[in-house]
């Protein structure tokens, strides 16, 4: 009785609402076939996209490109950022704590990768297939977006 009160009223009362952040999916086309910057995480060293809290005076797409920079050292072509998606993941705060957040995906072209940024020291980037992409990333959400790339925002 004591986990049914606890699963259907105290837990649900105690969960925070999901936390927003937005990405950076940045691509270029190299032979005709699309490959995607990755990152990897300063804590874990997991596979990621650049992404980020929203930024005072700046809209989703154009936080995304300064994530992108910011992470990964991308400088991008004029194309505006396209959002092509969302995922969700528990994102650890400070302390450990998961909290679920949304993630509103931006589609950025490359236009070159600086040697030196901001966070050069603490990542490590590469350039991978969406397949490869969607096989190094822990979120399924955000590997199925990989899957289902839609490829016309490329061309």
Same mark, same amino acid.
């Given at each position: 009785?004591?986990?049914?009160?606890?699963?259907?009223t105290l837990?649900?009362?105690? +969960?925070? $609402?999901? =936390?927003?952040?937005?990405?950076?999916?940045?691509? !270029? *086309?190299? /032979? #005709? @076939? %699309?490959?995607?910057?990755?990152?990897?995480?300063?804590?874990?060293?997991?596979?990621?996209?650049?992404?980020?809290?929203?930024?005072?005076?700046?809209?989703?797409?154009?936080?995304?490109?300064?994530?992108?920079?910011?992470?990964?050292?991308?400088?991008?072509?004029? +194309?505006? $950022?396209? =959002?092509?998606?969302?995922?969700?993941?528990?994102? !650890? *705060?400070? /302390? #450990? @704590? %998961?909290?679920?957040?949304?993630?509103?995906?931006?589609?950025?072209?490359?236009?070159?990768?600086?040697?030196?940024?901001?966070?050069?020291?603490?990542?490590?980037?590469?350039?991978?297939?969406?397949d490869e992409?969607?096989?190094?990333?822990?979120?399924?959400?955000?590997?199925?977006?990989? =899957?289902?790339?839609?490829?016309?925002?490329?061309?």
């Amino acid at each position: 009785m004591l986990r049914s009160l606890w699963k259907t009223t105290l837990a649900p009362l105690l +969960r925070r $609402p999901a =936390r927003f952040q937005v990405a950076a999916l940045c691509y !270029r *086309l190299s /032979g #005709g @076939v %699309p490959e995607i910057v990755m990152i990897t995480s300063r804590e874990t060293g997991r596979w990621v996209l650049p992404k980020g809290w929203p930024k005072t005076g700046l809209g989703a797409g154009e936080t995304a490109r300064e994530e992108a920079w910011e992470e990964a050292g991308v400088t991008t072509t004029a +194309r505006p $950022p396209l =959002r092509i998606g969302r995922y969700r993941y528990d994102k !650890r *705060l400070k /302390g #450990g @704590v %998961p909290v679920a957040t949304d993630v509103d995906v931006y589609a950025i072209e490359v236009k070159a990768l600086a040697d030196r940024f901001p966070e050069a020291a603490e990542r490590r980037r590469a350039w991978m297939a969406p397949d490869e992409a969607a096989a190094a990333v822990d979120e399924p959400e955000l590997a199925e977006l990989f =899957r289902t790339l839609p490829l016309g925002i490329m061309t």
